[in-house]
């Protein structure tokens, strides 16, 4: 497993190794702005039965994906208007959305359900490997099913070796920069409800 710390080496040759991981098929263990997360790409079944066996995960519960920006996201899910505007508010951000997915395309990331979650996280390293990668790939938390999200860079490190071999690269930074979990938001219906606090309160969803 190869590993990589942002400081001592440019976002570029990390995108560049991180890319490869993912175009592989493999695991790669990369910082958000709000926990570290687990990515395979998010048009490879195999690849994410791997992630949900690497994390001891149900596949009763969903993964979420990133994409490269609101824009992007918005073409995959029924955008609501009130999709629409909470995706353009608060994205990139420290935010998970909920929506009705399109179709069938992102079925192997939760079989069990129809709603899409989905994240833009305002991190340069994400950002950049989701423009040269120019595919989705997930934005699940770096944990154990039922362990604590890793935000910590020797957490992370920690974590990589319960992962086991399907983890092929990991990307690591000192802290990340909330330290918590995202607000997860569900958009799916009327009005959006926040079902998990985060570094973004329900005020100020319910504000936008």
Known sequence: MGVVWLNELSITDAVESSVDALSAGKILLYPTDTTFALGVDALNPAAIDAL???KRRSQAKSLSVCFASADHALLEVEASPLVSRLAETLLPGPV???ARRKGNRYLSLAPTS??????VPDHPFCLALAAAFERPFTATSANLS????????EAALALAAEIGPDLLFSVLEEKTRYAMPSTIIDASGSEAKVLRPGPISEAEVLAV
């Open 52 to 54: 949900f066996a690497a």
């Open 96 to 98: 998970t959305l909920l």
């Open 114 to 119: 129809d709603l899409l979650g989905f994240r």
């Open 146 to 153: 039922g362990g604590s999200e890793a935000v910590t860079g």
